[in-house]
């Protein structure tokens, strides 16, 4: 028996476990393609375009582009294994198996929550893993890298939570990951820095994208630098993350999507 | 006592559906409890409610006195459903189905695992404890519906058309099976559209009719408050209807065709001999007699009828597997 076990609830325990196991059990559909996905990046956008690009913000590109990498997997993963977890058993109607058993609504959303969190941080392990392989990784500031991936993977995963709650098709969770999510991550200065934006406008818009103090915070974990204060940034995407969590367990309770 | 269900002016709208209208009933615990009613009564709206999957719009339904809203928790804890739809998890084996519904219940891992066995060996599905739901028979999958609900070993069992769409055998077996549980003390509530299977296995059963419960009654005491036949063949056609002194209201009319005089009567078995006496005494000589009893399912289709006189839905008929001693 795990720690885990003895520690926690056991119906939290088991839910956690049961969707932590369904993305364990298939890992072609789960940690293949961003695996697959992220050598792609890092063999063209590090190290074909990386030698021409050079140095930004004082270290080589392929390490300066590792962080963001590393975010949009992460996040992206969150995102995907949330609402695809609870959008799949609305449509199949297994959620009822969970909705009508005695878990709290609170235990139930952080279920969901954590096992994608969980998901989001071993997709962002791996994307580091294929990273150190084609560059050196350090990471400066371990507190700060760990601080900032528990936050946003959680965040996303509550983020997650959400979209499969208010998606009636497939397509809908199709359109959210790729209509939405992939644009602020790609402006998200993933494969830029924000002191190579020649617009001043391009630069404040840029400062509405969440994705910047993300993937500047992770940046800062690893490389120990970042054009936005990281501290400033931890709280205010802590608070996010914990405001998007308690506005999934009153979805939850109020029966939003799941009920009728 | 505590009542195992308690429901009070129960309702719930859709958009401009009035699903249930004040439903009011009480099921007692330990006893089986039947509810019967045509396609759109509300039956699984009720459900729905008790169980967490539909929110109600008013009214109060308790669950061995704990509230389904505000005490959701040790509500949902005490029932065991088995839904007519096969909402089952499809990633997972059916053994670590059960195993996961255990364990939101707050069992533990080893426990549920022993549970797990025991519930898939009781339903006669253990052979396919590996294998996934999409992968069993229709009759495996009845199976493995009953065997979830009772992994939690619930104190409520509540099985919507446990038996729709089984072979005979089948739904002998599992007749069995809940009568063995309710005899050991588990409530359960029942709905069906086969009335032979309320009749036979309910002490008690509800008829509701759009979103009302029209009675609440045992299946006997419904049957008797149905019409009997009383078909009386004479000798000699009369003249004209023989007037018979009944001093009750139990008769309710007498026809008579050429020699065959047909009475309808409320519990027509005592209304008989008392038939044979007034016409011997009036010198009709008999040849034949036979009584009719009305069925539940008539009871039930009188009940439902509608204003225009047509009977809302039309149960299932009567069961194949006949022949039986009724249960108790």
């Given at each position: 028996m795990s720690v885990a076990s003895k520690l926690l609830p056991v119906g939290f325990y088991t839910l956690a476990k049961r969707e932590i196991l369904r993305y364990v059990r298939r890992p072609k559909n789960t940690?293949?393609?961003?695996?697959?996905?992220?050598?792609?990046?890092?063999?063209?956008?590090?190290?074909?375009?990386?030698?021409?690009?050079?140095?930004?913000?004082?270290?080589?590109?392929?390490?300066?582009?590792?962080p963001g990498l590393v975010v949009l997997g992460a996040i992206s993963n969150a995102f995907e294994n949330a609402s695809f977890s609870i959008f799949h058993?609305?449509?199949?109607?297994?959620?009822?198996?969970?909705?009508?058993?005695?878990?709290?609504?609170?235990?139930?959303?952080?279920?969901?929550?954590?096992s994608s969190a969980i998901r989001g941080i071993a997709v962002g392990v791996l994307i580091s893993v294929i990273g150190a392989i084609f560059t050196t990784v350090g990471v400066e500031r371990p507190f700060y890298l760990v601080a900032f991936m528990l936050v946003i993977t959680v965040l996303f995963a509550g983020l997650g939570v959400l979209g499969g709650l208010w998606a009636e098709d497939f397509d809908d969770l199709t359109m959210m990951n790729q209509f939405i999510l992939r644009p602020l991550v790609f402006f998200g200065g993933v494969f830029y820095s924000l002191d190579d934006l020649n617009s001043e406008l391009f630069y404040t818009v840029s400062l509405f994208n969440p994705m910047i103090y993300m993937v500047n915070g992770v940046r800062y974990g690893f490389i120990g630098t970042a054009e936005v204060d990281p501290n400033a940034s931890l709280v205010v995407l802590t608070v996010l993350a914990a405001a998007v969590a308690a506005l999934d367990v009153a979805l939850f309770r109020r029966g939003y999507g799941l009920t009728e | 006592m505590t009542a195992a269900l308690e429901i009070r002016d129960l309702r719930k709208r859709y958009a401009d559906v009035q699903a249930l209208d004040g439903v009011s009933l009480t099921v007692p615990e330990g006893s089986f409890f039947g509810l019967l009613g045509p396609n759109g009564a509300g039956k699984?709206?009720?459900?729905?409610?008790?169980?967490?999957?539909?929110?109600?719009?008013?009214?109060?339904?308790?669950?061995?006195?704990?509230?389904?809203?505000?005490?959701?928790?040790?509500?949902?804890?005490?029932?065991?459903?088995?839904?007519?739809?096969?909402?089952v998890d499809r990633f997972f084996p059916i053994k670590e189905v059960l195993e996961h519904k255990a364990g939101y219940h707050g069992i533990p891992a080893d426990e549920a695992r022993e549970r797990a066995d025991e519930v898939l060996k009781q339903v006669g599905i253990y052979d396919k404890r590996d294998t996934r739901f999409d992968w069993l028979s229709g009759g495996m999958k009845r199976r493995f519906m009953l065997a979830r609900a009772l992994i939690t070993d619930p104190d409520l069992l509540i099985l919507d058309e446990p038996t729709a769409g089984v072979d005979v055998q089948l739904r002998r077996d599992l007749w069995d099976l809940i009568i063995d549980l309710n005899e050991a003390g588990t409530t359960i509530l029942l709905t069906t559209h086969y009335i032979e299977e309320a009749e036979r296995l309910c002490d008690e059963v509800a008829i509701l009719d759009s979103g009302n419960v029209v009675t609440v009654a045992s299946p006997e005491e419904l049957i008797d408050r149905g019409a009997?036949?009383?078909?009386?063949?004479?000798?000699?056609?009369?003249?004209?209807?023989?007037?018979?002194?009944?001093?009750?209201?139990?008769?309710?009319?007498?026809?008579?065709?050429?020699?065959?005089?047909?009475?309808?009567?409320?519990?027509?078995?005592?209304?008989?001999?008392?038939?044979?006496?007034?016409?011997?005494?009036?010198g009709h000589g008999i040849v034949d007699l036979e009584i009719s009893r009305t069925s539940l399912e008539e009871v039930f289709v009188e009940l439902t009828r509608t204003e225009d006189g047509?009977?809302?839905?039309?149960?299932?008929?009567?069961?194949?597997?006949?022949?039986?001693g009724g249960r108790r």
């Open positions: 940690f293949v393609p961003p695996l697959i996905t992220n050598v792609l990046y890092f063999s063209v956008f590090g190290v074909v375009l990386g030698t021409r690009v050079g140095e930004i913000a004082g270290v080589p590109y392929i390490l300066f582009i590792l058993g609305r449509w199949n109607e297994y959620i009822h198996e969970t909705l009508t058993s005695p878990l709290s609504y609170a235990q139930m959303v952080w279920a969901y929550v954590a | 699984t709206t009720f459900i729905n409610i008790l169980v967490g999957l539909v929110r109600k719009s008013g009214g109060e339904a308790r669950v061995f006195g704990y509230d389904v809203e505000d005490d959701y928790q040790e509500a949902r804890d005490r029932i065991g459903l088995a839904p007519q739809e096969f909402n009997d036949r009383i078909v009386v063949q004479l000798q000699d056609a009369p003249a004209g209807t023989p007037d018979l002194p009944f001093e009750d209201d139990r008769v309710d009319a007498v026809e008579l065709d050429g020699n065959r005089l047909v009475v309808t009567a409320r519990r027509g078995g005592l209304v008989a001999p008392d038939l044979v006496r007034a016409l011997d005494r009036a047509a009977a809302v839905d039309e149960p299932a008929p009567a069961l194949a597997a006949n022949g039986e």
